[in-house]
């Protein structure tokens, strides 16, 4: 049965945030809170726990497509190949905030993203998930919760989100109601911004 914890952005409660970093380095899934939807989420150095993550998504865990939530630029760097200047730029004017950026992987990645040349990044203009990545020391891997109700798509409810996956996950996060706009995907692998799937984030 998956555990609720209420934390708000405002001032979210360091015990409550060690308590999420405790199931995360334990294996654990999480739901949690984001500057867009909620979604899914997991420590991407736990093989175990991505590949729990890869069989609720029904895919592959070799196939699948998580992208990474870090929690600023230097760190996002650390799992990106050298980043040129205009992109680093680029990079710096639009984050945080609701974007999925798709750059090319460095050798930094863990097991589970072996053989992946490319990587989706997030770093969130929200404080809960930024301040767990802060505090597991590396960053979680993110997907989306979709709705079976394709006119709502994306859950905004935690309570009715932590009641739908309470037999799939360890930890709900509530955060209030969260958004039912994913992040804008952009492709930054040629140099030149290429919008895959627009979102929130207006470039």
């Given at each position: 049965?998956?555990?609720?914890?209420?934390?708000?952005?405002?001032?979210?409660?360091?015990?409550?945030?060690?308590?999420?970093?405790k199931v995360l380095k334990?294996?654990?899934?999480?739901?949690?809170?984001?500057?867009?939807?909620?979604?899914?989420?997991?420590?991407?150095?736990?093989?175990?726990?991505?590949?729990?993550?890869?069989?609720?998504?029904?895919?592959?865990?070799?196939?699948?497509?998580?992208?990474?939530?870090?929690?600023?630029?230097?760190?996002?760097?650390?799992?990106?190949?050298?980043?040129?200047?205009?992109?680093?730029?680029?990079?710096?004017?639009?984050?945080?905030?609701?974007?999925?950026?798709?750059?090319?992987?460095?050798?930094?990645?863990?097991?589970?993203?072996?053989?992946?040349?490319?990587?989706?990044?997030?770093?969130?203009?929200?404080?809960?998930?930024?301040?767990?990545?802060?505090?597991?020391?590396?960053?979680?891997?993110?997907?989306?919760?979709?709705?079976?109700?394709?006119?709502?798509?994306?859950?905004?409810?935690?309570?009715?989100?932590?009641?739908?996956?309470?037999?799939?996950?360890?930890?709900?996060?509530?955060?209030?109601?969260?958004?039912?706009?994913?992040?804008?995907?952009?492709?930054?692998?040629?140099?030149?911004?290429?919008?895959?799937?627009?979102?929130?984030?207006?470039?």
């Open positions: 049965m998956a555990k609720i914890l209420k934390i708000y952005p405002e001032n979210p409660q360091e015990n409550l945030l060690d308590e999420v970093v334990s294996g654990g899934l999480i739901i949690y809170p984001s500057d867009t939807i909620y979604a899914l989420g997991c420590d991407i150095f736990n093989l175990k726990a991505m590949e729990k993550l890869a069989e609720l998504k029904s895919v592959k865990l070799e196939k699948s497509q998580f992208s990474v939530i870090c929690n600023d630029l230097s760190h996002l760097s650390h799992y990106t190949k050298a980043l040129d200047t205009p992109v680093f730029r680029f990079l710096k004017n639009h984050l945080p905030g609701p974007f999925t950026f798709i750059l090319e992987a460095s050798k930094n990645l863990p097991l589970a993203y072996k053989g992946k040349k490319t990587i989706g990044i997030r770093v969130p203009n929200h404080s809960v998930p930024k301040m767990i990545v802060e505090k597991l020391g590396h960053p979680i891997a993110s997907t989306s919760i979709h709705d079976d109700d394709d006119v709502l798509e994306y859950s905004t409810d935690p309570e009715l989100i932590a009641e739908k996956y309470d037999k799939f996950v360890d930890l709900v996060i509530d955060s209030g109601y969260g958004d039912n706009v994913a992040s804008t995907i952009v492709d930054l692998t040629s140099g030149e911004p290429e919008i895959i799937r627009q979102g929130k984030g207006i470039i």
